[in-house]
């Protein structure tokens, strides 16, 4: 199994997750894209319980049930959090090896980018993916 490793630009904020992740898809969401500053955010969704975040944290609400989370001193954003639904999405940027992410889906592609030529052959979802 791979371990996932990573951290913030500056290193104050480090994370681990031995686990299996649940799933690893690319989010072309408006909320992500503002978010992360990016045309879409590839992240990999774990348990909450198998993800261990040390250093200090800050985080803010960008919808009533997303936590997204990202270091105080340098800005990086590493996570999306659903407390309600016991999930966490680790940013695909942030891993020490970007290497361990494989993406399965695409999921909310009507809000993508015009630009964006999604011809990779995964699973395409206009909005979220169909419950696992």
């Not at 690893?24 to 993800?51: M, P, S, T, Y």
Request: charged fraction near 20%.
């Amino acid at each position: 199994m791979a371990k996932y490793e990573g951290g913030c630009l500056c290193g104050a904020v480090r994370y681990r997750a031995d686990a299996a992740p649940i799933n690893e898809r690319v989010c072309h969401c408006r909320l992500c894209q503002k978010a992360i500053g990016a045309a879409f955010n590839a992240r990999v969704l774990f348990r909450i319980d198998d993800v261990t975040i040390e250093g200090p944290l800050a985080t803010v609400n960008s919808s009533p049930d997303l936590k997204r989370g990202y270091c105080p001193h340098c800005g990086t954003t590493m996570f999306s959090r659903r407390d309600a639904a016991g999930i966490i999405g680790i940013t695909s940027g942030s891993l020490d090896d970007p290497s361990f992410f494989k993406p399965q889906m695409h999921i909310f592609t009507a809000s993508k980018q015009a630009w964006v030529q999604l011809d990779d052959g995964l699973p395409q979802y206009e909005g979220a993916p169909p419950p696992a």
